[in-house]
């Protein structure tokens, strides 16, 4: 690879490569020390292809999920199982990996900008700017470069388009799905809120056992299925579909769950 070799973002890579290098030993202790990380999938990781892979997931910090993201597929590529053990995985890192981010929050500040070169597909919300409601087209630039992610490598999105939890899914990844045909694997993480702030910035919380399980790529009908199957399909794959709460209210449910993560953190210490 030489020195000065870009992506089709106008990316140097081997900038790139050094910038997830770095920021992946700077965090690796948010997942592997300070609070651990439960990892189910690594062979599903393994056995995609380089190119066209669309990783759907709910979503609960800004940046601290997709980071663990880039730590589970790494480790997972370079034979670990299920493990972020020996963080030697980040020397080699596979360069072609994007995440979908809302563009007014990749210009934030300088470490954002980081982020961003790092691999941020950066959008406008069509629904949400500045704090306020909003009301206006998808950018056809937006969708174009998601596509040109794709045809380059793997993307990473959050359909529901916030940190809130159960909030319906934006039908625009059901027409990139339809329009650029990926491998559609979905992906469910949980104990991300209850360790960092909202920006995945901080860690709020020591001694948390956070999960990432990918599952299986999901069988889609590009030709023939409808844009809300799609959304359902991924609502029940992602765990966010409003079903998932009729049994119990959100706010016993995520009471539950902080309960079932501190026992399963005490007994795994008793072992």
């Known amino acids: 690879m030489g020195i000065f070799k870009e992506n089709p973002f106008g990316h140097i890579l081997f900038i790139k490569k050094w910038l997830i290098r770095i920021m992946g030993f700077m965090t690796h202790q948010r997942y592997k020390g300070f609070n651990t990380l439960e990892i189910e999938g690594s062979e599903i990781i393994r056995n995609l292809p380089d190119t066209n892979v669309l990783f759907v997931s709910n979503h609960q910090t800004y940046f601290a999920d997709v980071v663990a993201m880039f730590h589970v597929f790494n480790a997972s590529l370079s034979g670990r199982d299920d493990s972020l053990k020996n963080v030697g995985y980040l020397w080699n890192p596979k360069l072609n990996v994007y995440y979908v981010a ?15 070169y790092a691999g941020s597909i950066s959008v406008e919300r069509t629904w949400r700017a500045e704090g306020q409601d909003v009301n206006r087209q998808v950018k056809m630039s937006d969708i174009s470069n998601i596509g040109k992610a794709l045809n380059d490598g793997w993307v990473i999105t ?18 990139i799905i339809k329009k650029y045909r990926p491998v559609v694997v979905p992906v469910v993480i949980d104990g991300f809120r209850r360790s960092f702030d909202k920006k995945g910035l901080r860690i709020k919380k020591k001694g948390i056992l956070q999960h990432l399980v990918i599952k299986e790529p999901l069988d889609i009908d590009y030709e023939n299925e409808s844009f809300d199957s799609i959304i359902e399909k991924l609502e029940y794959a992602i765990e966010q579909h409003p079903s998932f709460l009729k049994v119990i209210s959100q706010k016993e449910l995520l009471a539950l769950e902080e309960e079932n993560e501190l026992r399963r953190y005490r007994n795994r210490k008793k072992v």
Not at 158 to 175: C, E, I, N, S
């Open 158 to 175: 959050f359909p529901q388009g916030t940190t809130t939890p159960w909030k319906p899914l934006r039908k625009g990844t059901a027409h």
């Open 102 to 116: 809302a563009a007014e929050t990749m210009k934030k500040s300088l470490l954002t900008k980081i982020f961003a």
